[in-house]
Nanobody, 124 residues
Framework: QVQLVESGGGLVQAGGSLSLSCAAS????????MGWYRQAPGKQRELVAA???????AYTDSVKGRFTISRENAKNTVYLQMNRLKPEDTAVYYC??????????????????WGQGTQVTVSS
């Protein structure tokens, strides 16, 4: 099994910064892409940013220029630096490991995993 443990988040005023981190643990042979999603009350979960094992990144338009995703492959850890936060960034942020190659003792297999979520609240 693979577990994703998130840290960071909290309450910040508009214009401030927060950092999120997510560490994957367990039997991990590789992870194709890691990313951050968010879900605000009454809204669907949306992709915020993602990064491949090769370092290619993608961002949703609303966070471009404000958020930066990075990754340490050796530690199976992904980070999200959030600057110039806005009230509309308020949401529960979830870490995702896509196509994680793991092993159940008899065979390898790929699966997507999610973290438990961490609250980010931006006050106006």
């Amino acid at each position: 099994q693979v577990q994703l443990v998130e840290s960071g988040g909290g309450l910040v005023q508009a214009g401030g910064s927060l950092s999120l981190s997510c560490a994957a643990s367990g039997i991990i042979l590789s992870i194709n892409a890691m990313g951050w999603y968010r879900q605000a009350p009454g809204k669907q979960r949306e992709l915020v940013a993602a990064i491949t094992s090769g370092g290619s990144t993608a961002y949703t338009d609303s966070v471009k220029g404000r958020f930066t995703i990075s990754r340490e492959n050796a530690k199976n850890t992904v980070y999200l630096q959030m600057n110039r936060l806005k009230p509309e960034d308020t949401a529960v942020y979830y870490c995702n490991a896509k196509d994680a190659l793991t092993y159940d003792g008899s065979r390898p297999y790929r699966k997507d995993y999610w973290g438990q979520g961490t609250q980010v609240t931006v006050s106006s």
